[in-house]
């Protein structure tokens, strides 16, 4: 069992950079997945990025590309999002996950366990 808890979300105008930080129980942290995913109002819950475990492999959405960075720290069972450039369209609630499988996967039904989730609001 993993418990997942995200801190670090709030209200930013457009421009501006968030991290977001995902912490994990349990002792075998390193060995899993971690993934960031976003929904907003009226929307699906949809992937914006993902790292294995040894932090060897990351994936992101397009929409995210050259402006978020997921990283990790195993020795903390912590995973980050490191958002810069917001725009309005990336306000959402942020939930990290965990897949305890080797691979990157992109939809939520293959992430085993969830946070509660973070609000972050971007102003225009």
């Known amino acids: 069992q993993v418990q997942l808890v995200e801190s670090g979300g709030g209200l930013v105008q457009a421009g501006d950079s968030l991290r977001l930080s995902c912490a994990a129980s349990?002792?075998?942290?390193?060995?899993?997945?971690m993934g960031w995913f976003r929904q907003a109002p009226g929307k699906e819950r949809g992937f914006v990025a993902a790292?294995?475990?040894?932090?060897?492999?990351?994936n992101y959405v397009d929409s995210v590309k050259g402006r978020f960075t997921i990283s990790r720290d195993n020795a903390k069972n912590t995973v980050y999002l490191q958002m810069n450039s917001l725009k309005s369209e990336d306000t959402a609630v942020y939930y990290c996950?965990?897949?305890?499988?080797?691979?990157?996967?992109?939809?939520?039904?293959?992430?085993?366990?969830w946070g509660q989730g973070t609000q972050v609001t971007v102003s225009s």
């Open positions: 996950a965990a897949n305890p499988g080797g691979y990157i996967w992109y939809s939520p039904r293959s992430y085993n366990y």
């Open positions: 790292i294995t475990g040894s932090s060897s492999n990351t």
């Open positions: 349990g002792r075998t942290f390193s060995s899993y997945v």
